[in-house]
């Protein structure tokens, strides 16, 4: 079983600080994938990086995979009020079957502070 | 728009009481899955479709259940809820075609309560 270790888990931050959260494997994923997810709603899909190495920019949001591809950084620069909600970050197994089953990580739950 | 549409968004039920929740896509996607969500907590995948191929997780429990009629709907089922079953339910669908990169397309989520 892959498992993906997401930190921090709580992440409280005033406006316009920046701020990075990790996600951390032992295990190879094909692909990483970074989710927003606001109270009552559905995970949204950031980004995904499929190569080790890959860096994606996302205005104030850099994502990055690590050379192993076994682990994956998101930084926030300046943060803002409405960049608040749970960040899951969600690995594509490797080898596995031709579609996108997940191994998502615990979480990050950020609040920025006006 | 082409989007993952669940109905309800909100359920309350009763210890016991069987309840069924829906969802529909409009992007005729191949997979289509169903996952678990406690406050805060990443999701838990409890199975999902390839097509007509169910797919069962090792850890989800009997009282689980779902259906797939056709491409665009998929059902869950929760024959005796307990007050543990008490969670978000969400629903995703991928194409299926893109391999590791095939992104999953989340639903707003049905909020259970038992009551």
């Known amino acids: 079983t892959q498992l993906l270790e997401q930190s921090p888990q709580f992440l409280s931050i005033q406006e316009g600080e920046n701020l990075t959260v990790y996600c951390n494997s032992s295990?190879?994923?094909?692909?990483l994938q970074w989710y927003r997810q606001e109270p009552g709603e559905g995970p949204v899909l950031l980004v995904t990086v499929v190569t080790g190495g890959e860096v994606k920019k996302l205005k104030r949001l850099t994502f990055q995979f690590g050379d192993a591809r076994k682990d994956s950084s998101l930084h926030i620069t300046a943060a803002q009020t409405g960049d608040t909600g749970l960040y899951l970050c969600?690995?594509?197994?490797?080898?596995?079957?031709?579609?996108?089953?997940?191994?998502f990580g615990q979480g990050t739950i950020l609040t920025v502070h006006p | 728009d082409a989007m993952v549409i669940q109905n309800p968004r909100y359920q309350v039920t009763q210890f016991g009481k069987p309840v069924t929740l829906s969802c529909s896509q409009t992007l005729n996607h191949n997979v289509m899955y169903w996952y678990q969500q406690k406050s805060s907590q990443a999701p838990k995948l409890l199975f999902h479709y390839y097509d007509k191929d169910f797919n069962n997780e090792a850890d989800t429990p009997d009282n689980f259940q779902s259906r797939r009629p056709n491409t665009s709907f998929c059902f869950l089922d929760i024959r005796s809820p307990g007050l543990g079953d008490a969670a978000m339910y969400l629903c995703?669908?991928?194409?299926?075609?893109?391999?590791?990169?095939?992104?999953?397309?989340f639903g707003p989520g049905t909020r259970l309560t038992v009551l």
């Open positions: 969600a690995g594509g197994e490797a080898g596995g079957t031709s579609y996108g089953k997940l191994t």
């Open positions: 295990s190879v994923f094909s692909s």
């Open positions: 995703a669908t991928s194409s299926g075609t893109s391999g590791f990169t095939d992104t999953q397309y």
